[in-house]
């Protein structure tokens, strides 16, 4: 084995991982994205930031990047980025030219499942689902310590199953995805439209706002239920870890579960459902692993 290199090409900042043989830290940095500078701007900041953090060390393996959004892999270009400037570049030809080094692009729902499947909530199982709940809803699969990411490289997608025939719109194109219900943005648009003001998931929960208006929680916790129970019918994974933004939220955990095991088709599910353990540190990791991926 060789040393690792990690990128995560994140919305507000990017971070460089630098690992040894062992897997253990051997460098790492962290800078701001300064998305609002365009393109240009990010992949500079990206070959800057990756040669500081290869230094002097010997690299033999591919350069593994994550960034939200949906990939092409035949072009390596992104779409549905958080990052807008991003959108329909050339971002691994670029870097590629520029570093005069492999690089491998992965999405960032893919790097998380890597990453905790590796090292964190999930290394003791062999089939890890790994949740992205946050601002989207997204997921990966990760078998024996590999991504899965099927012929059309959308294994893992729960965010756009149809959770409600006809119902809600989602920006993917189609009606009722379990996005359009569950993730961050739309929770917080149901709560707006109930209470006539804005505020984020966390607060509403940790505040207990949704008292003013039940139905929201009971709502969350029913389409929570419902969309992971659909997955776990279907993939029957060792482990469920949650990730994103909302991952903080224990009644997840406790609720969010009992309401998941509810509606699956086992009378007594053994499935864990656990919160990650590396935080917003599993993008890097997860990309720092990709070279070691068939």
């Known amino acids: 084995m060789a040393n690792k290199i990690g990128i995560d090409l994140g919305g507000t900042k990017i971070e460089a991982i630098l690992l040894d043989e062992s897997l253990q830290v051997l460098e790492r940095n962290r800078i701001p994205t300064k998305r609002e500078e365009g393109y240009d701007a990010i992949l500079n900041r990206?070959?800057?930031?990756?040669?500081?953090?290869?230094?002097?060390?010997?690299?033999?393996?591919?350069?593994?990047?994550?960034?939200?959004?949906?990939i092409d892999y035949n072009t390596g270009t992104l779409k549905n980025s958080n990052t807008v400037c991003l959108i329909g570049k050339p971002l691994?030809?670029?870097?590629?030219?520029?570093?005069?080094?492999?690089?491998?692009?992965?999405?960032?729902?893919?790097?998380?499942?890597?990453?905790?499947?590796?090292?964190?909530?999930?290394?003791?199982?062999?089939?890890v689902f790994g949740v992205i709940l946050g601002t989207g809803c997204g997921g990966g699969i990760v078998i024996n310590k590999q991504i899965?990411?099927?012929?059309?490289?959308?294994?893992g997608e729960w965010g756009h199953h149809v959770l409600y025939q006809g119902g809600r719109n989602c920006y993917c194109g189609n009606k009722g995805c379990t996005e359009a219900y569950i993730s961050g943005t739309a929770l917080e648009s149901e709560w707006e439209s109930l209470s006539g003001?804005?505020?984020?998931?966390?607060?509403?929960?940790?505040n207990n706002l949704y008292k003013d208006h039940p139905e929201?929680?009971?709502?969350?916790?029913?389409?929570?239920?419902?969309?992971?129970?659909?997955?776990?019918?279907?993939?029957?994974?060792?482990?469920?870890?949650?990730?994103?933004?909302?991952?903080?939220?224990?009644?997840?955990?406790?609720?969010?579960?009992?309401?998941?095991?509810?509606?699956?088709?086992?009378?007594?599910?053994?499935?864990?459902?656990?919160?990650?353990?590396?935080?917003?540190?599993?993008?890097?990791?997860?990309?720092?692993?990709?070279?070691?991926?068939?």
């Open 216 to 294: 929201w929680k009971t709502n969350f916790i029913h389409n929570f239920g419902l969309a992971l129970a659909n997955v776990l019918d279907i993939l029957d994974p060792d482990a469920v870890v949650i990730g994103g933004g909302l991952s903080k939220l224990d009644l997840l955990y406790n609720e969010g579960k009992e309401a998941v095991y509810q509606s699956t088709f086992s009378e007594k599910m053994v499935t864990p459902i656990l919160k990650n353990q590396l935080g917003d540190s599993a993008g890097v990791f997860g990309a720092a692993m990709l070279g070691d991926m068939p």
């Open 92 to 127: 691994q030809k670029d870097l590629e030219s520029i570093l005069d080094v492999p690089l491998i692009m992965e999405n960032d729902a893919n790097c998380f499942a890597l990453a905790e499947a590796t090292f964190g909530a999930g290394k003791n199982y062999g089939v």
């Open 46 to 70: 990206i070959v800057d930031l990756t040669k500081e953090t290869i230094s002097n060390q010997n690299l033999e393996s591919p350069i593994g990047i994550c960034t939200p959004g949906a």
């Open 148 to 155: 899965h990411r099927g012929p059309n490289h959308i294994a």
């Open 197 to 206: 003001k804005f505020d984020r998931v966390t607060d509403i929960i940790d």
